[in-house]
């Protein structure tokens, strides 16, 4: 066996043997070129080919293997200080008050743009939708015609319309209508397009998405293409990009399966294939029952090895971790008091329940109504509203968000 280093890889020459075309089979992210008949594999594996095969260690490919540590050590410590600098972009202030980044939200920034292709794993609540703007406000510094597409569920456009009206001066465009006024839409000058999963899977619209070449996609939910059978995720993997942003609060909702479909999209060649990425990291066992075979999946392995292939893609930040940068929870009591309408509706069921119960009814639908009266009582009868919508608007100007037109 001969091996060589060629660009950060392992170029791996042998005559034909099967029990050796075997062994180096196991290896997670090998390659083979049918061209020159040759395997290769990233360098950062040459301690698993020499533990697989041993003469390697003759071919005093040590030295290589100890310079290219030391570069990444080098590299790492340098990109700790790039996640460090101070993110300069301008956002609007809301409420009248300036709208600046945490540190953590800085951190986040700075590590899709040094990786390019990355995933954002961070707590519900702890703004992964204005860091993901962020990062497309920084690359608009250097590409003014910048063009960003937001895959997002559908609950969610009119969130992303309003988080960019809120901090940005940016333009933003959701796609949505029958097929004629979407293809009018696609043509938007806007940097924003907003378009849901589900428009993404019809063959007319990936057409058209797929012929773009945008700046940056940011998939919000990104659990949404976590399995890699699915149109979500073949959808996604034909539309063309520079930059590649996934979001989502938890990234594995039931197995590690999960983790390779997101990370797949995110960089095809990080873990090879299926199979390779399964037999390394998941333990199978068969189960048989009567004339039926199925695996079923009992544990894992490796993880210490699968969190260092991820860490370069992934960056995960819980509430505890960011909890000293949040600021403290403010909770108010707001005491609203019945408008004239809403008191007598209220006090008609009420004494409508006292009725049920004197005459040794069950109350509880009535109770039930007596809660929606003071809530929201136009759920129960044609007109008038609840006191509460009011003031809940009004809450909602004090800090920010209006209602548009």
Not at 341 to 357: C, F, G, M, P, S
């Amino acid at each position: 066996m001969q091996v060589t280093v060629e660009d950060e890889k392992l170029i791996v020459r042998f005559q034909y043997n099967p029990n050796t075309v075997a062994t180096i089979k196991t290896l997670p992210r090998r390659e083979y070129d049918p061209i020159t008949k040759t395997w290769s594999l990233p360098l950062k594996d040459y301690p698993v080919l020499i533990k697989l095969f041993p003469s390697v260690k003759e071919q005093r490919l040590d030295d290589i293997f100890k310079e290219y540590l030391n570069n990444k050590e080098m590299e790492r410590v340098k990109k700790e200080e790039q996640l460090c600098k101070k993110v300069e972009i301008n956002l609007k202030p809301v409420g009248g008050r300036e709208s600046i980044l945490r540190k953590y939200q800085e951190e986040a920034v700075n590590f899709t743009l040094l990786n390019k292709n990355s995933i954002l794993n961070l707590a519900i609540g702890c703004g992964k939708t204005i860091t993901a703007i962020c990062t497309a406000l920084v690359l608009k510094k250097c590409k003014p015609n910048l063009k960003v597409l937001i895959v997002c569920p559908t609950s969610l456009k009119w969130h992303w319309e309003s988080e960019i009206e809120k901090f940005t001066e940016e333009t933003s465009v959701i796609i949505e209508g029958n097929f004629k006024k979407r293809k009018e839409l696609y043509n938007n000058m806007a940097t924003f397009t907003i378009v849901n999963y589900e428009t993404v899977r019809i063959t007319k619209d990936l057409n058209i998405l797929s012929s773009i070449n945008w700046d940056l996609i940011i998939a919000d939910e990104v659990t949404k293409i976590k399995n890699s059978k699915t149109k979500n995720w073949k959808s996604l993997n034909k539309l063309k990009t520079s930059y590649k942003i996934g979001l989502t609060g938890s990234i594995i909702e039931n197995n590690l399966n999960d983790l390779y479909s997101i990370l797949s999209w995110i960089n095809p060649r990080i873990f090879g294939g299926y199979w390779d990425f399964r037999k390394r990291y998941m333990i199978y066992r068969k189960v048989v029952m009567g004339y039926q075979t199925w695996d079923e999946l009992v544990g894992y392995k490796n993880l210490d090895e699968l969190k260092k292939v991820i860490h370069d893609v992934l960056m995960k930040k819980g509430k505890r971790e960011i909890l000293k940068e949040l600021p403290p929870r403010v909770e108010k009591i707001y005491l609203v008091d019945l408008d004239k309408k809403q008191r007598n509706l209220y006090e008609n069921i009420e004494n409508e329940a006292w009725d049920e119960v004197e005459e040794g009814c069950n109350p509880l639908a009535k109770l039930t109504y007596l809660r929606q009266a003071v809530n929201a009582p136009e759920t129960i009868q044609e007109e008038g509203i609840g006191s509460k919508i009011g003031v809940l608007k009004e809450i909602l100007e004090e800090i920010g968000i209006k209602k548009k037109g």
